[in-house]
């Protein structure tokens, strides 16, 4: 069952400006992923982020999380054209033993 | 990136066909999963494995079945291809169930 929705859908964005999406799921978690996926690949495993943890960084991207709201943000900066992707996020619940993924947000960053 | 495998990365047949899409993994990860997505959709978890000998079927309700005889290696068959099954299939591992998981290319499966 799907946990996590993204939003927007789509984005749209240039060059060098900054990309964010947010991440609303249901059920309590143990931790929230991040992956990236290009057109006609796999998923890549981008961030991880625990449920007492409320901020992550890597590279130019930032990961937020608000277990009180149920809802994670990621912020991708100075976007590139390789950015271009579809972003989901993905939540691994207390109860479960399996992780649930969104329907994600596609990402087109224009040159 | 990840050592894990998937072939074909195409294929096109018909209806009533058998099939087995091959997935490989040299990570040594105990467990392994199989996700069905549409385009531009999310993932569905249709068959997921602990270890050797495990296999649990997913939250969608899945016509393939899937084997684990060795560690590396879980592969997925459709006895019976129906055209219901185009769609494309991905292959993950994960050393344990709440860490990352690592993805092959995907499988992109049309029935005629």
């Known amino acids: 069952s799907q946990q996590g929705e993204e939003d927007p859908q789509a984005l749209s964005i240039q060059e060098g400006e900054n990309a964010t999406m947010n991440c609303s799921y249901k059920?309590?978690?143990?931790?929230l992923q991040w992956y990236r996926q290009n057109s006609g690949r796999g998923l890549v495993h981008l961030i991880l982020?625990?449920?007492?943890?409320r901020e992550k960084h890597s590279g130019r991207l930032r990961v937020t999380l608000d277990t009180s709201k149920k809802s994670s943000s990621l912020l991708i900066t100075a976007s590139r054209a390789a950015d271009t992707a579809s972003y989901f996020c993905?939540?691994?619940?207390?109860?479960?033993?399996?992780?649930?993924f969104g329907a994600g947000t596609t990402v087109t960053v224009r040159a | 990136e990840a050592d894990i495998y998937q072939t074909p990365r195409y294929l096109v047949i018909g209806t009533g066909k058998k099939i087995t899409l091959e997935c490989s993994q040299t990570?040594?990860?105990?467990?392994m999963y199989w996700y069905q997505q549409d385009p531009g959709m999310e993932l569905h978890l249709i068959h997921y494995?602990?270890?050797?000998?495990?296999?649990e079927k997913g939250d969608l309700s899945s016509e393939s079945t899937v084997s684990r005889i060795r560690t590396e290696h879980f592969p997925l068959t459709l006895e019976s291809a129906r055209p219901s099954h185009t769609s494309q299939y991905l292959c993950?591992?994960?050393?344990?169930?709440?860490?990352?998981?690592?993805f092959g290319d995907g499988t992109r499966l049309s029935i005629l």
């Open positions: 993950a591992s994960s050393a344990q169930e709440n860490q990352p998981q690592h």
């Open positions: 990570m040594g990860h105990d467990k």
């Open positions: 059920t309590s978690i143990n931790n």
């Open positions: 494995s602990y270890g050797v000998n495990s296999t």
């Open positions: 993905a939540t691994f619940p207390r109860d479960d033993y399996k992780l649930s």
């Open positions: 982020i625990r449920s007492n943890e």
